[in-house]
């Protein structure tokens, strides 16, 4: 089999989200040539709407990203619709290998592919998940305010996510499930008026309106809302052809690949932006993050274009 013609760009973004598309519009705006490719999974897929976006708030998703493919278009990047497997170092550049055996090589790389949800194993919750099955309260709390809360203990996070919907509904119980209350929590909670159940969850009840109570050993809770601090591991296995694996990330949420305040990763050529970096980074934050580390790469790339200028100039 003949190998797939090689396309040569400045930049290359992996992940098609509101990291790597506003990464890509900053870098089309500075007249780079630059290809998005994206898989078509983003994080955010199953919610209505996302939430807490200056002068977008309660967009849907769809909405929200298929306006900034528009934008990336409209300054001249391009937009591809499939999966990176690999990525590799050439004496040409990264050369960015794609599922369809598309072959791509770029200058310089922004990865802002994301996370995944690692979601307890409990029936009834990823039905829910994104509605209402949430994790994030500034995402999606206000939406769920003065309703029957029910907080799943499943890590160091779940205490404080109990603290932070308390502050949304008067309504709030937190079930013990796999992680236990320390007494200083359990106080806390006394103070607050949030409730204890005790045991291990071992369902979710749900009908065609949503969640309707959680199960346990000892009986049903009525609830309308769960609330999980879900684990986060990053989509980046294939960039372990360059020396970058997800580490596990210093709160114990999940994993994430380490960059500096730009962006920049351990990797020469190659910037990170969004959850792939930073768990908690919202929307507007994820695309705050790309923005910012396309002005990076085009900075570098500006500085590595004149110095061969300067060098060319003395030879002439």
Not at 16 to 33: C, D, E, H, K, Q
Not at 176 to 193: K, M, N, Q, V, Y
Not at 199 to 206: A, F
């Amino acid at each position: 089999m003949s190998q797939p013609p090689l396309s040569q760009f400045d930049a290359v973004v992996v992940g098609g989200g509101p990291a790597g598309l506003n990464g890509a519009l900053i870098l089309a705006r500075s007249r780079r040539s630059v290809v998005v490719v994206d898989a078509g999974e983003p994080r955010n897929g199953p919610a209505e709407a996302a939430h807490g976006l200056f002068a977008r708030d309660g967009i849907p998703p769809v909405d929200l990203l298929a306006t900034g493919r528009e934008e990336v278009r409209r300054v001249g990047g391009r937009i591809i619709d499939g999966e990176v497997v690999g990525v590799r170092r050439t004496d040409t550049g990264l050369e960015v290998s794609l599922a369809d055996e598309t072959t791509l090589v770029a200058r310089r790389l922004l990865v802002t592919t994301g996370l995944v949800d690692m979601l307890p194993e409990l029936p009834g919750i990823a039905e829910g998940w994104g509605k209402d099955v949430i994790h994030c309260p500034y995402c999606h709390g206000y939406e769920v305010r003065d309703r029957k809360i029910a907080v799943l203990g499943i890590s160091p996070a779940s205490t404080h996510q109990a603290l932070m919907f308390r502050q949304l509904s008067s309504d709030v119980v937190y079930f013990i499930h796999t992680w236990a209350l320390s007494a200083e929590d359990r106080e806390r909670f006394d103070a607050l008026g949030i409730a204890v159940v005790e045991g291990e969850v071992t369902e979710i009840l749900r009908s065609d309106g949503g969640v309707t109570g959680i199960r346990t050993a000892d009986g049903v809770v009525a609830r309308e809302v769960v609330a999980i601090s879900s684990r986060m591991e990053v989509r980046g296995g294939f960039l372990d052809g360059i020396g970058l694996n997800p580490i596990e990330h210093p709160s114990g949420m999940g994993t994430f690949l380490p960059s500096d305040g730009m962006g920049r990763s351990e990797a020469e050529g190659v910037w990170l932006a969004g959850n792939v970096t930073d768990l908690t980074a919202q929307v507007g934050a994820a695309a705050a993050a790309g923005a910012l580390a396309g002005a990076q790469i085009n900075a570098d790339l500006i500085a590595v274009e004149t110095e061969d200028a300067v060098r060319r100039h003395r030879t002439a």
